[in-house]
């Protein structure tokens, strides 16, 4: 019922910079945070940024300085921002929103499909 569909992902190489976008779509009713996630091969999903409807935001500490997490709660879309990528960045990138579907029920998280980021030396 609730989807995500992400776009931005490439190759680049190090030193360069991408911009994902990923966009919500479906009857949620509201959504809490959204943020992305990464995974690389042989790895655990990890934390990159996530952004709250109150402006707050939280990155990883490999991140700090040179990601940047914005949403445009209208369109109901997170963006990151990377600059300065480094070969280590690269993985797949998940957009998650995590939010309600019903106003009487709990939060759920949900997920996109994922984009790719590869970073060369």
């Known amino acids: 019922q609730v989807q995500l569909v992400e776009s931005g992902g490439g190759l680049v190489q190090a030193g360069g910079s991408l911009r994902l976008s990923c966009a919500a779509s479906g009857s949620i009713f509201s959504i809490n945070t959204m943020g992305w996630y990464r995974q690389a091969p042989g790895k655990q999903r990890e934390l990159v940024a996530t952004?709250?409807?109150?402006?707050?935001?939280n990155y990883a500490d490999s991140v700090k300085g040179r990601f940047t997490i914005s949403r445009d709660n209208a369109k109901k879309t997170v963006y990151l921002q990377m600059n300065s990528l480094k070969p280590e960045d690269t993985a797949v990138y998940y957009c998650n929103a995590r939010g309600r579907l019903r106003v009487w029920s709990g939060l759920e998280d949900y997920w996109g499909q994922g984009t790719q980021v590869t970073v060369s030396p």
């Open positions: 952004k709250h409807s109150d402006g707050s935001t």
